[in-house]
Every structure is written in structure tokens, then in C-alpha cells.
């Protein structure tokens, strides 16, 4: 009995070694991770796209009655187109002042009816591409400080049939086009 005791004692003894090795053993290879004394800055955004105003130029024989007037968002003219051919034409910058790219995703034009489009033609050039009705579902980019030109064309074109001119007075067609932009995390 002396004998078998003997052997439990030393099991004992070499269990607690054991549970105390690999306690040591843990402690030795745990660590504790921390985030302290964290900070983020976040930089100041600018949502501002407008036409730049000093970019107007217009490029056609025929001048506007009066310098056409430019906001930051709009372009007004009057022009008197007299003879059939006779186009008027100008050019301006829109451009992204601000920080946060933006996408042009939508042109609204307006003005061209079904009965003046005989002997009218409004054409608007953005960025390399004519519109000349109103189009959504556009991507077209334009990066923070990027620019992006617009022509904007009208001509008295030439009918097929001279009745579809205006022959008892003159006709005054309000043009319009509008350029929806949104930012291009949207």
C-alpha cells in the first residue's frame, strides 16, 4: 500500500508541475493589443460645380442682340438669326471647383417643337458629344478642379418645304438645357 501511495504522490506532484509549467507557459506567450490615443482628421470637402464665368466665347458670325449674361449657373442670350443658314454659336466652361468629383447625369433641353424643328436646330455640345433633347441615365465624369466645355449651337436651318418658314411674323423660341450633377460617390 506503502507502494502505491508512494505512486500517487509523485503523479500529484508531477500533475501540479505540469498545470504549473503550463501556466507559466500562457502567460508567457499572451499579449494585450490596444488602440490608444487615436485620431482621424478629416479633410474639408467642397461640393461646387458652376459655369466659369470667364470662359465665354462666342464663336459665330452672328453676335447675341446683347452679351449673353452668366451666372455661377446659368448662361442667358437673345439672338435674331434674320436669313435661313444663319447660326449662332458660343462656348463655356463648366467646371468642378470643388473637392468631390462629380457626374453630369442628366440634360433637360427644351424650346424645339414639334413645329418649329422644320426650320430650327438647337444642338448642345458637352464634353465632345451633341444632345440635341433631353437625356438621363448619363455617367459622364468630371473630377474635382476638372472642366468640361459646352457649345451650345442655333440654327435657322433651311426646310425642305419653304411654307414650314415663318412668313407672317417673327417667332421667338426660349431655349433652355440644364446639366444635373451629383456626386460621383452617389
Do not use: C
Not at 499572451?30 to 488602440?35: G, H, Q, R, V, Y
Not at 457649345?151 to 423660341?173: C, F, G, M, R
Amino acid at each position: 500500500m506503502r507502494k502505491e501511495s508512494n505512486i500517487q504522490n509523485i503523479l500529484i506532484i508531477v500533475l501540479a508541475a505540469t498545470v504549473l509549467v503550463m501556466s507559466v507557459g500562457y502567460a508567457t506567450f499572451s499579449s494585450n493589443l490596444a488602440i490608444n490615443n487615436s485620431t482621424a482628421t478629416f479633410k474639408k470637402a467642397v461640393w461646387d460645380v458652376r459655369f466659369d464665368k470667364n470662359s465665354l466665347e462666342e464663336t459665330s458670325t452672328i453676335t447675341a442682340n446683347t452679351t449673353p449674361t452668366v451666372s455661377d449657373n446659368s448662361v442667358s442670350f437673345a439672338v435674331t438669326l434674320p436669313q435661313p443658314g444663319d447660326t449662332y454659336t458660343f462656348k463655356i466652361d463648366a467646371k468642378n471647383y470643388g473637392t468631390i468629383d462629380a457626374n453630369m447625369k442628366k440634360i433637360t433641353m427644351s424650346g424645339v417643337t414639334a413645329e418649329n424643328e422644320k426650320f430650327v436646330s438647337y444642338t448642345v455640345n458637352y464634353n465632345g458629344t451633341d444632345y440635341t433633347s433631353t437625356t438621363d441615365g448619363l455617367n459622364v465624369a468630371l473630377a474635382a478642379e476638372g472642366t468640361h466645355t459646352i457649345t451650345v449651337t442655333v440654327k435657322y436651318l433651311i426646310p425642305e418645304n419653304a411654307a414650314d418658314l415663318p412668313s407672317q411674323q417673327d417667332v421667338t423660341v426660349n431655349l433652355t438645357a440644364a446639366f444635373d450633377y451629383e456626386d460621383a460617390l452617389a
